[in-house]
């Protein structure tokens, strides 16, 4: 006999309820305004809305039958010990308010995780789609209109130019991939994501992020693989057409008056070589990228002075300017709190303990998303390598910089990565209940196709 929810399937009207449709309502209006939220709302105010969710899920409790959520459950787990991590090498290097104030982002983690989990009950493909969209609009907006009324060098909002750049590039991506799962006229919905990827790269040439141009070629990569999986010309002509046309032109529109793109590239090239061949020595420590290699060095050697749970999170400025004052690295680090590259910050604050874990949280979910984009129906491929963009993304702009040490870009890879494998979970719980309702049997079916729409084609 076949279990009781595939019978009530089979002879029962699927109706909802109105409990379980204002949760629909809530997840749909938080996927469509979370990333424009994240793109012009300052950080306290980031932290204060997962808050206000989370008190949210809480008092509302759980509205209808809950899907098989997998893989949803396996990024819980690893969120938790990410958390728990930092709150092992906190204690132990001593509590202050700079470890605290470190601790409550960590929270975020696994806060954020529990909240998009219950997404599973609701189709949220096409909002996906829609909240990238606006989130890149709204950023090349932002950037836009600073460059012509503020006259200011790096434009962003409240977040930092470097993280404003980078997400919104990951914003843009995450529309170009998607774009199968849209609901509406194809051809509108290809002119919406032609916007919002031009909009993405305006954000990210004029904010000079350098870690979003160093993760463009990986990124592309992983759009060339999701187009070979479901071909799209459309989609291809448009991403050449980015690359090699509309992508210099921007470069040399912005930099026409102001060089200042072109000089901090050649500066951090003569910079990387004059600090390589001098070891360090002749003040070479004290320019931009001297004093990034000596944070690392510093970060190093305190990993290698306590190297199970490192120096503590929150006292890394401390070992900055210790080793300043001692002459043993340059004294420009002292002006800094963190290394600016995340793996090592987790290893000099938190130990081998503190990199594992982080290490654990771009894995698992990465390998969740490449096996979604080798999957065989098309919208868990989309998801798949919208998933891939944000997470490999954040592993190459973590090489120069610490992007889980703001409240910004570390409530956008929780919340995007979440939401994007709790649809995972949901549509392949759909194809492990799929039954044979002709002989009765609890086999699943065949895998069902994504939509066959000229989206894919």
């Known amino acids: 006999m076949r279990p009781y929810h595939a019978r009530m399937a089979a002879s029962t009207p699927i109706t909802r309820a109105p409990a379980e449709s204002r949760e629909a309502d809530w997840y749909l209006g938080a996927t469509l305004g979370a990333p424009v939220l994240i793109v012009l709302a300052p950080d306290f105010l980031l932290i204060a809305g997962v808050i206000a969710m ?52 960590f929270a975020l983690v696994p806060i954020g995780f529990s909240i998009v989990r219950g997404s599973s009950r609701v189709d949220l493909r096409p909002a996906i789609w829609l909240g990238a969209v606006l989130g890149a609009i709204t950023a090349g907006a932002v950037a836009a209109s600073a460059l012509v009324f503020s006259q200011v060098g790096r434009p962003t909002s409240y977040m930092n130019p470097i993280h404003f750049g980078e997400l919104a590039l990951v ?97 951090g090239i003569s910079e990387t070589v004059e600090y390589v061949a001098n070891h360090g020595l002749d003040d070479t420590g004290e320019t931009s990228v001297g004093a990034r290699f000596e944070m690392w060095r510093s970060s190093f050697a305190g990993f290698r002075n306590s190297p199970v749970l490192g120096v503590g999170w ?56 490449l096996r979604s984009l080798l999957h065989r129906r098309n919208d868990v491929r989309a998801l798949g390598g919208a998933g891939l963009v944000v997470i490999v993304g954040y592993s190459i702009f973590a090489l120069t910089d610490s992007v889980f040490e703001t409240a910004s870009p570390l409530v956008f890879f929780v919340l995007a990565v979440g939401a994007i494998i709790a ?35």
């Open 423 to 457: 649809q995972i979970d949901r549509l392949e719980s759909e194809q492990m209940f799929a039954y044979d309702a002709a002989d009765g049997m609890e086999q699943p079916q065949r895998p069902v196709e994504g939509p066959r729409t000229d989206a894919f084609r």
């Open 54 to 105: 989370t008190i949210f899920r809480l008092v509302r409790g759980r509205a209808g039958p809950q899907a098989p959520k997998v893989a949803s459950n396996d990024l819980m787990i690893v969120g938790i010990a990410f958390a728990l991590a930092g709150v092992w090498s906190a204690v132990a290097g001593g509590l202050s308010l700079e470890s605290v104030n470190a601790l409550a982002r």
């Open 171 to 267: 914003l843009g991506f995450i529309a170009a991939l998607t774009r199968g799962l849209a609901i509406g006229e194809r051809r509108r919905v290809d002119r919406w994501t032609f916007v919002a990827v031009t909009a993405s790269l305006v954000a990210a040439v004029l904010s000079h992020s350098r870690g979003g141009w160093v993760a463009l070629p990986a990124i592309l990569v992983i759009a060339a693989v999701h187009h070979y999986r479901s071909p799209n010309q459309r989609l291809l002509r448009y991403l050449t057409v980015l690359v090699l046309v509309l992508i210099p032109v921007m470069m040399i529109a912005g930099t026409a008056n102001n060089r200042a793109a072109v000089r901090a590239f050649d500066r």
């Open 314 to 369: 929150g006292n890394m400025d401390e070992r900055f300017a210790e080793d300043a004052e001692a002459g043993v690295r340059a004294a420009r680090i002292a002006e800094h709190e963190h290394p600016h590259n995340q793996y090592l910050s987790h290893l000099g604050s938190g130990g081998i303990v503190g990199l594992i874990t982080l290490l654990a949280l771009l894995i698992t979910p990465g390998w969740i998303c």
